[in-house]
């Protein structure tokens, strides 16, 4: 089911990129190309809406035009302020500018309302008593036409005097609502004389209690297009069925007519990409917070580890498609792959420690070793490393009974500890209750400093260990997928998406990790030498740092399913 990068919809030829291109050739919105990023601010904004604003700002700005920065916000019970702030900071942070085009749809309550009058005055819109259920009931199926309301023929002087009262609060919730007048033999349902306003007495986060009747999506969002200008209104392919409506709005009440255009929205594996089921996440206590490491929001991946630069890349190799697809999230790690190997200074940490004893060193001796940054980058410099007579190297750097192709250390072999010595293994001290090892024996060769031979013996294994009187212990939290299954909503009947919650997906260790990272701040990324990437989480405190580990140096688990 996995797919990669759509290759024939790269960016600079996807088909909303040609349509715009024809636009401009034609000087149908006379060249210009203003497009909107439109939330609705009742979630925090997660990797499928970072699609939709590379989209529409990038387009924006290759076209020398802008994007508006616009709150759909006409659902007063289910949004919040906190939602507003935090997408506001997560567009910000992926790079994007609005410049002084922060718009609210809110902010159009009183045109839209001026707008609904129009249409009541032009007999396209009338005052309706069924409830919500009837109306239900009236609309028909796909293969039935619904019925009309008993309403439907009101006069226009009574339609603008009812909704004179609905709008002063005269009325309760749900007993009465504003519909357009359009036809309930439409194929398309959305066209059957579908809900325009509904009486709402909830406070609104911006306009508090001004308004009690709420504008539904469809009328608000075509005519908030409108009124900012927008000449490319682009949405998900759910709304294709919506396009109908948006168009009848625009034509009905006269005023510009911007063009709404839908592509696939991205669908991730082992990901879910709806905000109600993330909020789901959050509420029943699955994961800690919307910006938990583990979640598919902004906040969590930047928590992660992830960089602004990388979900970019990303946005742009998936494309844009008019077909629904998956990407496959390996696609994902590979892009904050590729940006920390060229960035993230690398550092040596021990996750899995064991204690080496080397034999023949000074007890009391220490001395520092020179260690490269990143290799991938000259002007990141060197550090310098302790180095004593013990130190910790990883568990599976050693094997008792090497198997065939392990190159790393065993009884009578020699090895390199990077940057420092080269050791050979003369033996084991175990734990007499387990039976595991408790020390690793070995001798170093003092003509090795550096980590290479002046006689040009070689080693075929590299182990990077830390020093076991100079290290720090640190709390590393090993991420893996939230969920098992590539579709989440993959179910048997009655199953619900949480059973395919992944249950190991946050495992919690304590690494030795080198002293140099005592000073490392929250936010920091790094490379930990052959394990992955890891970023300073926001718990650290002053030497006691924690990691997030934002990805493994290689998909282990593309390995692991073979
Ligand atoms: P959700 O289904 O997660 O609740 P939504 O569509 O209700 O998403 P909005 O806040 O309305 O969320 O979305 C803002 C913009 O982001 C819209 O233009 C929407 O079409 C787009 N968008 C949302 N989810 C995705 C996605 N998975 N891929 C691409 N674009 C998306
Ligand atoms: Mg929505």
């Given at each position: 089911?996995?797919?990669?990068?759509?290759?024939?919809?790269?960016?600079?030829?996807?088909?909303?990129?040609?349509?715009?291109?024809?636009?401009?050739?034609?000087?149908?919105?006379?060249?210009?190309?203003?497009?909107?990023?439109?939330?609705?601010?009742?979630?925090?904004?997660?990797?499928?809406?970072?699609?939709?604003?590379?989209?529409?700002?990038?387009?924006?700005?290759?076209?020398?035009?802008?994007?508006?920065?616009?709150?759909?916000?006409?659902?007063?019970?289910?949004?919040?302020?906190?939602?507003?702030?935090?997408?506001?900071?997560?567009?910000?942070?992926?790079?994007?500018?609005?410049?002084?085009?922060?718009?609210?749809?809110?902010?159009?309550?009183?045109?839209?309302?001026?707008?609904?009058?129009?249409?009541?005055?032009?007999?396209?819109?009338?005052?309706?008593?069924?409830?919500?259920?009837?109306?239900?009931?009236?609309?028909?199926?796909?293969?039935?036409?619904?019925?009309?309301?008993?309403?439907?023929?009101?006069?226009?002087?009574?339609?603008?005097?009812?909704?004179?009262?609905?709008?002063?609060?005269?009325?309760?919730?749900?007993?009465?609502?504003?519909?357009?007048?359009?036809?309930?033999?439409?194929?398309?349902?959305?066209?059957?004389?579908?809900?325009?306003?509904?009486?709402?007495?909830?406070?609104?986060?911006?306009?508090?209690?001004?308004?009690?009747?709420?504008?539904?999506?469809?009328?608000?969002?075509?005519?908030?297009?409108?009124?900012?200008?927008?000449?490319?209104?682009?949405?998900?392919?759910?709304?294709?069925?919506?396009?109908?409506?948006?168009?009848?709005?625009?034509?009905?009440?006269?005023?510009?007519?911007?063009?709404?255009?839908?592509?696939?929205?991205?669908?991730?594996?082992?990901?879910?990409?709806?905000?109600?089921?993330?909020?789901?996440?959050?509420?029943?206590?699955?994961?800690?917070?919307?910006?938990?490491?583990?979640?598919?929001?902004?906040?969590?991946?930047?928590?992660?580890?992830?960089?602004?630069?990388?979900?970019?890349?990303?946005?742009?190799?998936?494309?844009?498609?008019?077909?629904?697809?998956?990407?496959?999230?390996?696609?994902?790690?590979?892009?904050?792959?590729?940006?920390?190997?060229?960035?993230?200074?690398?550092?040596?940490?021990?996750?899995?420690?064991?204690?080496?004893?080397?034999?023949?060193?000074?007890?009391?001796?220490?001395?520092?070793?020179?260690?490269?940054?990143?290799?991938?980058?000259?002007?990141?410099?060197?550090?310098?490393?302790?180095?004593?007579?013990?130190?910790?190297?990883?568990?599976?750097?050693?094997?008792e009974d090497p198997p065939r192709g392990f190159y790393r250390l065993s009884p009578g072999r020699e090895v390199r500890l990077k940057d420092a010595y080269y050791v050979?293994?003369?033996?084991?001290?175990?734990?007499?209750?387990?039976?595991?090892?408790?020390?690793?024996?070995?001798?170093?060769?003092?003509?090795t400093r550096g980590g290479t031979s002046a006689d040009g013996r070689r080693v075929r294994g590299t182990s990077h260990w830390v020093s076991a009187e100079h290290c720090?212990?640190?709390?590393?939290?090993?991420?893996?997928?939230?969920?098992?299954?590539?579709?989440?909503?993959?179910?048997?009947?009655?199953?619900?998406?949480?059973?395919?919650?992944?249950?190991?997906?946050?495992?919690?260790?304590?690494?030795?990790?080198?002293?140099?990272?005592?000073?490392?701040?929250?936010?920091?990324?790094?490379?930990?030498?052959?394990?992955?990437?890891?970023?300073?989480?926001?718990?650290?405190?002053?030497?006691?740092?924690?990691?997030?580990?934002?990805?493994?140096?290689?998909?282990?688990?593309?390995?692991?399913?073979?």
């Amino acid at each position: 089911m996995t797919q990669t990068a759509d290759t024939e919809t790269s960016a600079g030829t996807d088909f909303i990129r040609a349509i715009v291109a024809d636009d401009n050739r034609t000087g149908r919105f006379g060249g210009n190309v203003i497009t909107r990023f439109p939330p609705e601010p009742n979630g925090y904004l997660h990797i499928g809406h970072a699609k939709s604003a590379c989209l529409n700002f990038g387009l924006a700005a290759e076209n020398g035009g802008h994007c508006n920065m616009r709150f759909d916000d006409t659902n007063p019970t289910r949004e919040e302020v906190e939602y507003v702030n935090s997408i506001l900071n997560d567009v910000q942070w992926l790079g994007w500018d609005w410049g002084d085009n922060l718009f609210y749809a809110s902010d159009y309550f009183g045109e839209l309302y001026e707008m609904a009058v129009d249409l009541i005055r032009k007999g396209k819109a009338f005052v309706d008593d069924l409830t919500f259920d009837e109306i239900q009931e009236y609309r028909g199926t796909l293969t039935e036409p619904g019925r009309e309301s008993p309403y439907r023929e009101r006069s226009v002087g009574e339609n603008l005097d009812l909704f004179r009262q609905m709008r002063a609060g005269e009325f309760d919730e749900g007993s009465r609502v504003l519909r357009a007048k359009i036809d309930m033999a439409s194929p398309n349902l959305q066209l059957r004389d579908p809900v325009l306003y509904r009486i709402l007495k909830a406070s609104h986060h911006r306009t508090g209690d001004d308004w009690v009747i709420y504008p539904m999506y469809d009328f608000a969002h075509g005519q908030s297009d409108s009124i900012e200008g927008v000449t490319h209104s682009i949405c998900t392919l759910e709304f294709e069925v919506h396009r109908a409506l948006y168009d009848w709005c625009l034509d009905a009440l006269e005023i510009y007519h911007p063009q709404q255009i839908e592509f696939a929205r991205l669908n991730l594996t082992y990901t879910v990409l709806s905000k109600r089921r993330l909020i789901q996440l959050v509420e029943g206590g699955y994961v800690n917070g919307w910006d938990d490491p583990r979640m598919p929001t902004l906040s969590g991946l930047r928590r992660r580890g992830y960089t602004p630069e990388a979900i970019r890349d990303f946005c742009e190799r998936i494309g844009v498609a008019k077909r629904d697809t998956w990407t496959d999230i390996a696609l994902l790690e590979n892009c904050i792959r590729e940006d920390l190997n060229r960035r993230a200074p690398r550092v040596m940490a021990v996750l899995d420690p064991v204690k080496l004893v080397i034999e023949n060193y000074p007890e009391d001796q220490v001395e520092y070793v020179e260690s490269e940054n990143n290799p991938e980058d000259a002007s990141a410099g060197h550090r310098s490393l302790p180095f004593s007579r013990t130190v910790y190297i990883e568990r599976d750097d050693f094997a008792e009974d090497p198997p065939r192709g392990f190159y790393r250390l065993s009884p009578g072999r020699e090895v390199r500890l990077k940057d420092a010595y080269y050791v050979t293994c003369t033996g084991v001290a175990k734990d007499e209750a387990t039976g595991k090892i408790a020390e690793i024996r070995c001798v170093y060769d003092p003509e090795t400093r550096g980590g290479t031979s002046a006689d040009g013996r070689r080693v075929r294994g590299t182990s990077h260990w830390v020093s076991a009187e100079h290290c720090l212990d640190a709390e590393v939290r090993i991420y893996d997928h939230l969920f098992l299954k590539e579709d989440p909503s993959d179910l048997p009947d009655g199953g619900d998406f949480t059973d395919n919650l992944n249950p190991d997906s946050l495992r919690t260790i304590t690494a030795k990790v080198e002293p140099s990272l005592a000073e490392a701040q929250p936010g920091d990324r790094i490379q930990f030498l052959r394990q992955g990437y890891f970023c300073v989480d926001l718990d650290s405190a002053p030497g006691a740092p924690v990691f997030n580990r934002t990805v493994a140096l290689r998909d282990s688990w593309a390995r692991r399913r073979g």
